[in-house]
């Protein structure tokens, strides 16, 4: 007579361990961490849309966490260029780098990255994707928006995304201005409903110099309504800015 069989108890998916690591993360240090759960399928495909298709780039990732972003640019690069996570928790970037071999993960802050790069022999990234939290830039000596101008190539790209139900609050308002300031061209792309909670998507080119005087009266910005009805595909879209 054969002993009876137990039945086998679901593992938990790697992904159920990066939600708990998140979660974690997120009770020990709400503010830096600055959400419950990690970023979207939807918004990560909006995020990395605009990653150089061709050549060899540099991208830099701000704010990695679980790496949600992380898997998705590289499977966007599939090898080509070099690609960078700069991550300020030290727990969340020793559990990224065994999975992510391909990736130079860095420990520190977001307002170190000219030093960062400059030590790693990089003179100029061709796109930024950021998960940082707003606060991260008003919390240096400097406003963040110019020092990411400023290890951007001319050509190159940064996007950040926020929260279409606080952009109209004093700390959104403060981060556009900084961002209007830093670069020609901002674009604000449609909510992705499908995110907790829904987000929404900057998407800033053509970084100023940091010598030039910005100009409101050059920068083009573009908003989304962004109570618009659901979405979740459509590219930044060219609708006249408000704020
Ligand atoms: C909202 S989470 C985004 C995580 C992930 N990118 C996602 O979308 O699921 C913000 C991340 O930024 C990191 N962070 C906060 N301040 C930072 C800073 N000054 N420099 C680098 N990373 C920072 C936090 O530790 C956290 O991993």
Do not use: C, K
């Amino acid at each position: 007579m054969t002993a009876p069989v137990a039945p086998a108890q679901p593992q938990p998916s790697r992904a159920d361990g990066e939600r708990a690591l998140f979660a974690r993360e997120f009770l020990r240090s709400p503010l830096r961490t600055a959400s419950l759960v990690p970023s979207s399928a939807a918004l990560t495909a909006r995020m990395v849309a605009g990653l150089p298709a061709t050549g060899d780039p540099v991208v830099v990732e701000l704010g990695p966490g679980t790496g949600v972003f992380t898997t998705a640019i590289a499977e966007r690069l599939g090898g080509r260029g070099r690609q960078l996570a700069v991550e300020v928790n030290e727990r969340l970037a020793a559990a990224l780098r065994p999975r992510h071999p391909g990736v130079e993960v860095i420990t520190g802050a977001a307002a170190e990255l000219p030093r960062l790069l400059g030590e790693r022999g990089i003179d100029g990234a061709d796109a930024v994707v950021s998960g940082l939290p707003w606060t991260v830039y008003f919390d240096g000596p400097r406003p963040l928006a110019p020092i990411l101008a400023e290890v951007l190539a001319p050509g190159g790209v940064l996007t950040q995304f926020s929260y279409p139900w606080t952009a109209w609050t004093p700390p959104a308002r403060r981060q556009r201005a900084q961002l209007r300031a830093a670069f020609e061209e901002v674009l604000v792309t449609r909510t992705v409903w499908r995110n907790l909670p829904p987000a929404l998507v900057y998407v800033a080119r053509r970084p100023r110099p940091s010598s030039s005087p910005a100009s409101a009266a050059s920068t083009t910005v573009w908003e989304a309504a962004t109570a618009s009805s659901p979405s979740p595909d459509a590219s930044p879209v060219s609708a006249p800015a408000a704020g």
